[in-house]
């Protein structure tokens, strides 16, 4: 499975931002899509996930403000961002977590949130 992340940049507090991961491969394999990121001098964390029944999962720090979705005819996850904060900066990075807990990464997208 090959994951290519794109919609990072730049934007100001309060703003949006949606993210997009295009996945290839052996997508018949995948159970859970998603977003981590990781923030300078910080560890990865989870920021959302989607099963494949469509239930979703986020951290609580970004509830209310994110959305992932996804678009299986184009096999492409989304994450759309609204109400962004400074301590949201971090890079982004997609997930593809297959029936066999393989973990899949895309490449990481930088999102900044100036104040």
């Known amino acids: 499975v090959q994951l290519q992340a794109s919609g990072g940049g730049l934007v100001q507090s309060g703003g949006s931002l949606r993210l997009s991961c295009a996945a290839s491969?052996?997508?018949?394999?995948?159970?859970?899509r998603g977003w981590y990121r990781q923030a300078p001098g910080k560890e990865r964390e989870l920021v959302a996930i989607?099963?494949?029944?469509?239930?979703?999962n986020y951290a609580d720090s970004v509830k209310g403000r994110f959305t992932i979705s996804r678009d299986t005819a184009k096999n492409t996850v989304y994450l759309q961002m609204n109400s962004l904060k400074p301590e949201d900066t971090a890079v982004y990075y997609c997930?593809?977590?297959?029936?066999?807990?393989?973990?899949?990464w895309g490449q990481g997208t930088l999102v900044t949130v100036s104040s």
């Open positions: 997930n593809h977590r297959s029936w066999y807990n393989t973990d899949y």
């Open positions: 491969g052996s997508i018949g394999s995948i159970r859970v």
């Open positions: 989607i099963i494949n029944g469509g239930s979703t």
